[in-house]
Every structure is written in structure tokens, then in C-alpha cells.
């Protein structure tokens, strides 16, 4: 994927390799939170412990799991977990140009500044929280409300 133009995040999620099993992962994810959460089926186990933990080896394919899950629902509990979870962690110490990624992001679509706006000041490097402060729709340390989720 390296040197390759894409139009958005999304289209540039979509184009790994390993999207359709991103998506299979997402899907799951989204339904165990639908479903009142609650322990973790042991045959999602793996999946789940993915999307939650691949920032330390991939911080790429953590923001490709964000941007595709915004993608595919609607659900603001979901979409919160995805926002404090795996977009938190990719801000505590994202590259240069992963972080100038995000801010494009954030500059086009609104439901991302929802999500943008999910992971704590404290949590984040202060050079993050620098670029995204802006596009926060909320303070510091308080999470946007689930009745303002944009639309997709």
C-alpha cells in the first residue's frame, strides 16, 4: 500500500489486504456490543483481542478498524468504544504521518470529529492532542454525547 493515492481513509481501509476480515471482526464486535455485552464468546476471543490491541504493532491497521467501523453502523455505543479504544491508543504516539492523516480526517468528516472527540487529553501525546484539539466537539475530558452522532 505504500506510494499508493487514495481519495479517503476509508478507501485506503478497504484497500488491505486483510480488510474482509477486518469487517468479518468489526461486524462481530459491533453485535457482541448490541447484544449487552457481557463476556466474550470464546470464539471471538482472538478477534476482539485484535481490534483492542493491535495499535502496538500496527497503529495503521487500529485507525483502518476505526474508519471501517464508522463505516458500517450507526451504533453510538459501539462507535464510543471504537473512539476511546483504538483511536485513543493510536494517539498516544502516532507517526507524523499517520497524525496528519487523522487531522485530514477530521477536517472532511463529521462523524469522525464525534469520534475524534472520545479520547482523553490525558491519554494522548501532547502533540496529538495539539493537532486535533480544533476539531474536538467537546472538552478534554468529556465525550460528546450519543444523541449528536453525525450520520455516515
Known amino acids: ?4 493515492r487514495y481519495s479517503d481513509e476509508l478507501e485506503r481501509a478497504l484497500a488491505r489486504p486483510d480488510a474482509d476480515k477486518m469487517i468479518q471482526q468489526l461486524d462481530a464486535y459491533a453485535e457482541y456490543f448490541a447484544s449487552g455485552q457481557g ?12 481490534i483492542i490491541t493491535c495499535h502496538f504493532d500496527d497503529p495503521e491497521k487500529a485507525f483502518a ?3 471501517i467501523g464508522a463505516s458500517r ?17 493510536v494517539l498516544e504516539d502516532p507517526s507524523p504521518e499517520l497524525l496528519e492523516r487523522i487531522v485530514a480526517e477530521a477536517r472532511k468528516s463529521a462523524r469522525f470529529r464525534w469520534l475524534l472527540s472520545h479520547p482523553f487529553k490525558v491519554a494522548i501525546a501532547e502533540r496529538a492532542w495539539a493537532a486535533i484539539e480544533q476539531f ?4 478534554p475530558h468529556e465525550e460528546p454525547s450519543e444523541e449528536t452522532l453525525p450520520p455516515k
Open 1 to 4: 500500500m505504500t506510494g499508493a
Open 39 to 50: 463476556d466474550w464468546p470464546d470464539e471471538f476471543a482472538d478477534d476482539f483481542g485484535e
Open 65 to 67: 478498524y476505526v474508519i
Open 73 to 89: 453502523t450507526d451504533e453510538p455505543v459501539f462507535l464510543g468504544q471504537l473512539g476511546c479504544g483504538p483511536l485513543e491508543d
Open 136 to 139: 474536538r466537539i467537546t472538552g
